[in-house]
Nanobody, 124 residues
Framework: QLQASGGGLVPAGGSLRLSCAAS????????MGWFRQAPGKEREFVAG????????YYADAVKGRFTISRDNAKNTVYLQMNSLKPEDTAVYYC???????????????????WGQGTQVTVSS
């Protein structure tokens, strides 16, 4: 089970940190990811991190502004979002993959566990 939190309303240029706590069987998780979905748009990949080695990778739209990290002791993954833009407004979902590892894990069907989503709204 994945529990996402930390969303909210911030002005453009502001920051937020999202958290995703994993519970239950975590030993078989290879990769954790964050996706987002804006109204009327498809869900898109934001950032990913390998559960064991901590390798990170990002969508071009957020590279340099967002940072994904994990705390294995707490079974939690974070998404630090800086320099937020109105176009970052979306529902953000955390996801876990028990089959995909690394840089190529950017498609939603590669992830088999999903959190409930947390709303991020960036005002202009």
């Amino acid at each position: 089970q994945l529990q996402a939190s930390g969303g909210g309303l911030v002005p453009a240029g502001g920051s937020l940190r999202l958290s995703c706590a994993a519970s239950g069987h975590t030993f078989n998780i290879y990769t954790m990811g964050w996706f987002r979905q804006a109204p009327g748009k498809e869900r898109e990949f934001v950032a990913g991190i390998t559960w064991s080695g901590g390798s990170t990778y990002y969508a071009d739209a957020v590279k340099g502004r967002f940072t994904i990290s994990r705390d294995n002791a707490k079974n939690t993954v974070y998404l630090q979002m800086n320099s937020l833009k109105p176009e970052d407004t979306a529902v953000y979902y955390c996801a876990a993959s028990t089959t995909c590892v690394g840089y190529g894990c950017r498609i939603s069907y590669q992830y088999d566990r999903w959190g409930q989503g947390t709303q991020v709204t960036v005002s202009s």
